[in-house]
């Protein structure tokens, strides 16, 4: 049986609440080098099959979050996220604080109809050769009032910094009035809990299943509180991952190809699309001894809530 009707024979349906789209890989450029062309049309075209009926493209800084408007603009299934991750949150200070952030608000306020969330934002301290820590904190707090200003929710991001991620949070919540997700958690229980306290949601991808003590913390995760991602191209399931073993479907009909190999039809090894969604979903409905199907409704309603109840 074809890989089309298989899925179609389960409906099950996905929003992806992080895909990386404008990265120049979907361009068949590898850091700095032509590799083949672009296929970020068959990219979208594999999700769409996989049913993945939305996707949010995330912006990491203002020229991202442009790019993501733009590619936005061309796809009624696309939506951008619009903010300044914390590893290139020097920006401010170099284009100028005030100019930045006036910058990233008008590029929201002008485009209300493809932007669903502030973001990506927050907090990494795994990577602070990139952004030193008292940066990175004063531009999340400043942030803080784009959600005040345009009343989105939050698409945030935490790599070894729950307790000040919290701690700021906890601090300005006056400003969030339509809540969030802190995306590709890897944290431990007790984070999850004092993030889940304050009543944002877990988002989970390949990168939150890589271990047995990540597959027992997305255990315990309320259904009510899950949304899921890809976060490609990056954070693929990989044989050497916990939660590889627990993946269902394996996509035969997409062969996989060294970039150099690349041709029509296939995929390339390594680099993640959202129609892998559903390899996240299926780990995550093992680890819970829950249905597939049911799970996948419920994440839906979980996402359509926080980031579309108005589009």
């Given at each position: ?153 939050l698409f945030l991001h935490c790599r070894a910094a729950a307790d000040d991620l919290v701690k700021i949070l906890s601090a300005n919540i006056d400003k969030v009035k339509s809540g969030g997700v802190v995306h590709s958690f890897d944290g431990t229980t007790e984070e999850m809990d004092t993030i889940l306290d304050l009543g944002f949601y877990i988002g989970i991808n390949g990168c939150s299943l890589k271990t ?100």
């Amino acid at each position: 049986m074809k890989l089309s009707r298989v899925l179609c024979s389960i409906k099950m349906k996905f929003i992806d609440i992080g895909a990386n789209l404008t990265d120049s890989m979907y361009s068949g450029e590898y850091n700095g080098s032509s590799k083949h062309s672009p296929d970020l049309t068959a990219v979208l075209a594999r999700a769409r099959e996989g049913g993945v009926v939305k996707m949010m493209v995330t912006g990491g800084n203002l020229e991202e979050s442009t790019k993501a408007i733009e590619l936005a603009k061309q796809h009624s299934d696309l939506y951008a996220t619009v903010g300044c991750h914390p590893t290139r949150c020097n920006e401010f200070d170099e284009k100028g604080a005030d100019e930045y952030f006036n910058s990233l608000l008008k590029l929201i306020n002008d485009n209300r109809d493809q932007v669903v969330a502030v973001g990506e934002f927050g907090l990494d301290y795994d990577r602070t050769k990139f952004c030193s820590p008292e940066v990175q904190k004063k531009y999340f707090e400043k942030q803080l009032q784009l959600c005040e200003a345009t009343q989105l929710p939050l698409f945030l991001h935490c790599r070894a910094a729950a307790d000040d991620l919290v701690k700021i949070l906890s601090a300005n919540i006056d400003k969030v009035k339509s809540g969030g997700v802190v995306h590709s958690f890897d944290g431990t229980t007790e984070e999850m809990d004092t993030i889940l306290d304050l009543g944002f949601y877990i988002g989970i991808n390949g990168c939150s299943l890589k271990t047995e003590e990540n597959l027992k913390v997305v255990s315990k995760i309320p259904v009510e509180k899950l949304m899921i991602e890809t976060d490609c191209p990056w954070c693929d399931i990989r044989p050497s991952h916990a939660g590889h073993k627990l993946v269902k479907t394996r996509f035969e009909n997409y062969p996989a190809v060294d970039k150099k190999k690349w041709k029509e039809g296939v995929v390339v090894k390594g680099r993640n699309e959202p129609h892998n969604i559903r390899q996240v979903l299926e780990i995550i409905a093992a680890v819970k001894e829950e249905s597939t199907e049911e799970l996948a409704n419920k994440v839906f309603e979980n996402t359509e809530k926080v980031f579309f109840k108005d589009k």
